[in-house]
């Protein structure tokens, strides 16, 4: 459902980000990226939501071809991905409830509809009881949770993340892990990008390593690897 062919990045000033990377995610998998910094993982990512397009090659998502997914539909493929970042991206004046019934308010849902779905999902991160705060009240870790309720609101089968655990507490880290396994056990796709060796080594599952833009392992229940 998620499919690589061939694919290579270069950025518009020469940096050949990702080289010719193969590959294929199966609906419902749970895959780790890791890699050192500059390796080439974010840029891998941000491909499969079209934040960035190959310079070559073919990348299907949920079997569309998203180089030749016209501009105009790119808000449609991203009703099917939730993506999580670092630093949460939360708007700082609206309230947890009205951060994350933003994205259906767009997509001009019912009323009733988001009310219920809001919910739904707050109570899946545990954060329904501060649903009217606004995100300065909230400590970091209940700051992610919020983004990732946003990030499934629209129920989308595939859910990426770049670092979620980046900015967290080991507390707050495994908090976060406890979501994204839910949401897998519910048949969600889950990409995510980390340098968490702690987590990885104990919360085993598919581990791709990206080195100079390459994929240089790919294991079912691969550990973290690297020394250092
Ligand atoms: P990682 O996520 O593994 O740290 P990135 O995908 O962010 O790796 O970066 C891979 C390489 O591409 C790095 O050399 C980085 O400097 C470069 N790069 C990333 N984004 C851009 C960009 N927008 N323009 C130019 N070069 C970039």
């Known amino acids: 459902m998620i499919e690589m062919e061939d694919v290579y990045k270069q950025y518009p000033n020469g940096v050949l980000a990702v080289n010719g990377i193969n590959v294929q995610i199966k609906q419902g998998e749970f895959v780790y990226v890791v890699g050192p910094s500059g390796a080439g993982k974010s840029t891998f990512i941000k491909m499969m939501y079209r934040e960035e397009k190959p310079t070559k090659g073919t990348i299907m998502i949920n079997g569309i071809n998203l180089s030749k997914l016209r501009s105009s539909k790119v808000p449609l493929l991203r009703r099917n991905i939730g ?68 990030s499934i609101v629209n129920y989308p089968k595939i859910v990426i993340a770049d670092e979620p655990t980046g900015n967290l507490d080991p507390d707050s880290s495994w908090g976060i892990m406890e979501i994204f396994e839910e949401i897998n056990n519910r048949g969600t796709t889950v990409v995510m990008a980390t340098h968490n060796r702690e987590i990885v080594n104990k919360i085993r599952k598919r581990v791709i390593a990206i080195e100079g833009g390459r994929i240089v392992r790919d294991e079912n229940r691969g550990d973290y690897g690297y020394d250092s």
Do not use: C, M, W, Y
Not at 102 to 114: D, G, K, Q
Not at 118 to 147: C, M, T, W, Y
């Open 83 to 150: 993506v999580v970042f670092q630093d949460f991206k939360l708007l700082p004046k609206l309230t947890v409830f009205e951060n994350v019934a933003f994205a259906l308010e767009v997509i001009e849902e019912h009323p009733r509809n988001i009310k219920r779905r809001v919910l739904e999902v707050l109570d899946l991160v545990k954060l329904k009881h501060k649903a009217r705060f606004i995100p300065s009240e909230l400590s970091g870790g209940e700051q992610q949770r919020v983004s990732i309720a946003r």
